[in-house]
């Protein structure tokens, strides 16, 4: 059994350590400590340095008591969106929510304390386990970027989990790709009431472009967004620049590719309409598109090691876990890519990246003792197979 008074003391004290990303430093240091305290070899590797962060991620390598065990990943991060600072956890029976002026940072803190809380009964209570390599990130929020360039010489563990996601009762181990888009968008400055046909109205091939595309849910497995416009000084200019930001994401490639190239061609087919000529020079309307793969898909099979050791764990327990696919990038998807094959098991955290970000306690408690219940399971498998 895991200790609930004192897991939701640690969440409760972890949230109230400020820590929106590129500002980790303060958790990141408490972090450390209880791993220290907890005899694990602890890291902090130049990832902060990388990203224009004050601290890098944690790396806390924990020795395992099954001599022969493989070690395992357990990673969760440490940063929160904002707004996150001065957070003051409302604490209502078993529901703790945020006072509604910040988020309440149980994403991602409620993993945090799931992992340490695990570790701290596999010492306590003598469970023999794998030697455990816990990473906390960084900069998750802003682009899985701590994950992106964790220092992946200081981590052992090949395979693994993510604490990242909301019901324990689920393992996200499908999730998409997305691509990044800036759009520039480019007409030619005029005066609005004096010469406006010497003029190409930028904001207007945006429009034009947009209305075009197909955005939103494209279909089962495919979104996209324009998330972002910005153009225009005054009315009587017409508008020589617009840009636009956007994204789309898709658990198939090929859809993404399709539906990058649809969008890069609406805005292209709108420029193309618009041509001026003023004193023999001639002007079209034109658009600068940078598409960038923010982040790879994830595919971990049902049949993979890790799904199989999570799902014979929770039927032990007399609980049934299912694997599906997420919306979502998580630090997993950067981990899958960097050869850890990992899954991402919920903690509780609800109304996540919202002032109304709540959890139950009884979620994340139910999701440290199926953590627990995971690295028992590892390590009996380890002493079996070892003893074959
Ligand atoms: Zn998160």
């Not at 440490?78 to 994403?107: A, C, F, N, Q, Y």
């Not at 990044?180 to 010497?198: N, T």
């Not at 002007?283 to 050791?309: I, K, Q």
Request: glycine share 10%; proline share 3%.
């Amino acid at each position: 059994m895991i200790n609930q008074e004192r897991i939701k003391n640690l969440l409760l004290e972890l949230v109230q350590i400020d820590s929106v990303s590129r500002e980790e430093r303060e958790v990141a240091q408490r972090v450390r400590a209880i791993c220290e305290e907890l005899g694990a070899e602890v890291f902090i590797d130049d990832a902060g340095e990388k990203v224009g962060g004050n601290t890098g991620n944690v790396i806390a390598r924990f020795p395992g008591t099954v001599p022969s065990a493989e070690p395992i990943m357990m990673s969760a991060h440490m940063d929160t969106v904002v707004p996150g600072k001065g957070v003051k956890p409302v604490v209502e029976g078993d529901i703790i929510r945020s006072d509604g002026t910040t988020v309440l940072g149980g994403d991602d803190k409620s993993g945090v304390a799931v992992i340490l809380e695990t570790i701290r009964c596999l010492q306590e209570q003598d469970i023999p386990h794998a030697p455990i390599d816990a990473v906390f990130s960084i900069c998750e929020e802003v682009g899985l970027l701590g994950a992106k360039h964790v220092d992946l010489s200081k981590v052992r563990a090949r395979y693994g989990l993510v604490f990242d996601s909301d019901d324990p009762g689920f393992l996200f181990t499908r999730g998409p790709s997305s691509n990044h888009f800036e759009f520039k968008i480019y007409g030619l400055e005029s005066h609005a009431g004096v010469a406006p046909e010497q003029g190409i109205s930028a904001i207007k091939i945006a429009a034009e472009g947009i209305a075009a595309m197909k955005l939103g849910r494209i279909d089962e497995e495919t979104t996209a967004n324009i998330g972002v416009i910005q153009g225009g000084a005054a009315t009587n200019i017409i508008t020589n620049l617009v840009t636009l930001k956007g994204e789309a994401r898709s658990l198939d490639d090929a859809k993404l590719e399709a539906q990058s190239r649809h969008m890069v061609k609406c805005l292209e087919d709108a420029a193309a309409k618009y041509e001026v000529s003023v004193d023999g020079v001639t002007t079209r309307g034109r658009v600068e598109s940078h598409v960038t793969r923010e982040y790879h898909s994830m595919d971990v099979s049902d049949d993979s090691r890790v799904v199989r050791l999570v799902k014979s764990a929770a039927a032990r327990m007399g609980l049934d876990v299912k694997t599906l696919a997420s919306g979502g990038g998580c630090d997993a998807n950067i981990f899958n890519k960097l050869g850890i094959e990992c899954a991402n098991l919920g903690t509780g955290m609800r109304a996540i990246h919202t002032v109304k970000e709540w959890l139950d306690v009884k979620d994340m408690y139910a999701s440290a003792e199926m953590t627990l219940e995971i690295m028992r399971l590892n390590g009996e498998q380890a002493r079996q197979a070892a003893g074959k």
